[in-house]
């Protein structure tokens, strides 16, 4: 079945650790995306790709870093830097305009 | 400040009765507006995508609606079940963005009682 697959579902971090997020693709889209959940608010755009080998910051970057290696992978670290990293983080992807797809999510915990 | 509203908040409905959420935007010049499902601790998934030419299209029990001049749309859930408790996202972008530049609404969350 084609998607996005988020992993894990669940992560726990402690004080000054780097922890990252793993999405992967296999719907063949050039575009990829992070976004970050917070209650009461609307999905925040932290990094997006077009294309392999290129991204761009979105409106929240500080403590976040990206990779984009391969065309299905697109791995978010959340690093020591992002004061307030719990949240729920959302991967998505796309072709052109249209809808994107959603990951199903990780519910990133500070411990 | 927000260029995407929407309300109410949440709202809860009895189990067969119809709803309707409200979007409001500021998004100018206008692309496209989509409304998304959001179960809790899952994806959002796509409903329905207008673009400026479109004032309704319908999904199932989903009915969405959009007056560009006014700039708000609506979406309507008939019938509803209880299935259909989660969170409504309204998504608003313009001419010439990239998916990077997308608004995203707070979202209304609806519970569906028995």
């Not at chain 1, 988020?6 to 063949?28: A, H």
């Not at chain 1, 992807?93 to 249209?98: A, K, N, P």
């Not at chain 2, 509803?80 to 969170?87: G, K, N, P, R």
């Amino acid at each position: 079945d084609g998607g996005i697959t988020q992993s894990p579902k669940y992560l726990f971090r402690k004080e000054g650790q780097n922890v990252t997020l793993s999405c992967e693709q296999n719907l063949n889209h050039d575009a990829m995306y992070w976004y970050r959940q917070d209650p009461g608010q609307g999905l925040r755009l932290i990094y997006y790709s077009q294309i392999v080998n290129d991204f761009q910051k979105g409106d929240i970057a500080e403590g976040y870093s990206v990779s984009r290696e391969k065309k299905e992978s697109f791995p978010l670290t959340v690093t020591s830097a992002q004061k307030n990293p719990t949240a729920f983080y959302l991967c998505a992807s796309s072709q052109g305009i249209g809808a994107a797809f959603f990951g199903q999510g990780t519910r990133l915990t500070v411990v | 400040k927000n260029q995407v509203e929407q309300s109410p908040q949440s709202l809860i409905i009895l189990e067969g009765k119809n709803c309707t959420l409200q979007c409001n935007y500021t998004v100018s010049p206008f692309s496209n507006l989509r409304w998304y499902k959001q179960d809790t601790g899952r994806g959002p998934v796509s409903l329905t995508i207008m673009t400026f030419s479109e004032n309704t299209k319908s999904n199932g029990r989903y009915t969405a609606t959009l007056d560009a001049d006014t700039k708000q749309s609506s979406l309507h859930i008939t019938a509803s079940q209880l299935s259909d408790s989660a969170s409504y996202i309204c998504v608003v972008s313009a001419l010439g963005d990239s998916w990077g530049k997308l608004q995203f609404g707070a979202g209304t969350q609806v519970v569906v009682t028995p």
